[in-house]
């Protein structure tokens, strides 16, 4: 597709949150198709939250850090300069223990996104923006799949349920994506192309990442569900699939509109007999389904309202990925590889306490680094590298 492409190395292309779980994914992809990319940080002095970042720029393309926030209006102006793409990807990530929802989340990630695509509108080289969306603005709660046809959630649907109470981060990804579409709307210089991911696993480029994604997994590590886990269905992808897809949504001149990023749904106690198979019994994976009216007594406690317990305990949660897959070229990894990769970084970096008993890989189980190292050739192949 090398003929194709929307936009030709070197470039620049902006990347915000160029240094969050996904964003840098991102850059990494891009840096080693060539293109030199100008990546947004909020503290672009703090090493801890850069060095990761300085160390994927290798010798393609070139990388430039710009400090910019959300909430300031004119930010990422500098940035921007130059740019044919913009992916922006920085928003706050906050499932749990929100203390106020609307200055910790609704704010930062709607007039982020204000200010990012409105900097669009005034950078007369910007082409494309790619905004990265999630499966949060696409549904509310598990429950709402009984209503739908066909029993599967996709581009078509909206989250109408979220609130600043209910479920908030998943309302600020909702009203961050529909003022994106609205702006967009208003000009006609810039086309939007927006990825909706779900629960996004796999490797982080380095040790010091804040994202909920590093947290859900570490749980299975830390004997969070020592005691068994609730009946919770969750829907997978791979941090590799999604920076691939935002790669594909620049590149590709045809992409266009909502794509739902899931590689498939499976349950907590699903992750943990996949973990067990490849770690043995020396973690304290799940293995027994907590009821749901005990998950509901206990939930308040760790910062859970009763209310999400209700809507998505027991609920099966669907995603149909093959318009994804279609538009953007995608072939989805197996969930178990984006979970096992994943938990190996965690090991590799110390950031969860070590086996009771020895690891074991399961006999004939190709490593991380051996699946990993065949999934890059084909995405290679896909981007035309
Ligand atoms: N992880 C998932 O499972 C998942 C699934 C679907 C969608 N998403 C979306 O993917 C994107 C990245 O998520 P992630 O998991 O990679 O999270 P992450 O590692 O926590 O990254 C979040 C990024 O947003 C930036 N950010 C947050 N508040 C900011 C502010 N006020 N000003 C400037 N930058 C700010 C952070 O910058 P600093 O580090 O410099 O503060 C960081 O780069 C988000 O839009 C998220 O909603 C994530």
């Not at 672009?44 to 060095?51: C, G, K, L, S, V």
């Not at 990925?321 to 538009?327: F, H, L, Q």
């Not at 070229?329 to 008993?357: T, W």
Request: aromatic letters at 6%; charged letters at 25%.
């Amino acid at each position: 597709m090398t003929a194709e492409r929307l936009v030709q190395p070197p470039g620049p292309v902006l990347v915000t949150g160029g240094n969050g779980y996904i964003g840098s994914w991102v850059v990494k992809e891009l840096l080693g198709l060539g293109f030199d990319v100008h990546a947004t940080v909020r503290d672009a002095t703090d090493p801890i939250r850069t060095e990761p970042l300085r160390a994927l720029d290798q010798g393609r393309g070139a990388l430039k850090l710009f400090a910019a926030d959300l909430l300031q209006p004119a930010a990422f102006e500098h940035a921007m300069i130059g740019c044919e793409v913009v992916f922006h990807t920085a928003s706050p990530v906050a499932l749990r223990g929100v203390k106020d929802t609307v200055s910790d989340l609704i704010e930062p990630a709607t007039q982020g996104t204000r200010n990012v695509l409105e900097t669009a509108t005034r950078t007369t080289t910007v082409k494309r923006v790619v905004l990265t969306s999630s499966v949060a603005a696409i549904y509310g709660d598990a429950v709402e799949l009984e209503e739908t046809e066909g029993r599967r959630f996709d581009e078509s649907h909206w989250n109408e349920t979220s609130s600043e109470s209910h479920q908030p981060y998943s309302f600020s990804k909702m009203l961050a994506e529909r003022l994106a579409w609205r702006i967009a709307g208003s000009q006609d210089r810039w086309d939007l192309v927006v990825l909706n991911p779900a629960l996004t696993l796999g490797p982080a480029l380095t040790k010091h990442s804040r994202s909920e994604s590093v947290r859900v997994m570490r749980e299975f590590a830390t004997g969070y569900y020592r005691a068994g886990a609730p009946d919770l269905e969750v829907a997978i992808v791979d941090v590799r699939d999604v920076a691939d897809a935002h790669v594909q949504a620049a590149l590709r001149p045809s992409a266009s509109g909502r794509h739902v990023l899931s590689s498939e749904s499976v349950t907590l106690i699903e992750i943990g007999r996949i973990l067990r198979e490849h770690y043995g019994d020396g973690f304290p994976f799940p293995r027994l389904t907590v009821p749901k009216f005990v998950v509901g007594l206990l939930a308040p406690l760790g910062g859970i309202p009763r209310a999400v317990v209700k809507r998505n305990v027991g609920y099966p949660l669907r995603f149909d990925n093959r318009y994804a897959e279609a538009d953007l070229g995608i072939e989805f990894g197996p969930a178990a590889d984006a979970i096992v990769d994943q938990f190996q970084q965690l090991l590799d970096d110390g950031l969860i306490p070590g086996p009771k008993v020895g690891r074991r890989l399961r006999k004939g189980t190709r490593s991380p680094v051996e699946r990993g190292v065949d999934r890059q050739a084909a995405r290679d192949s896909r981007a035309g590298a």
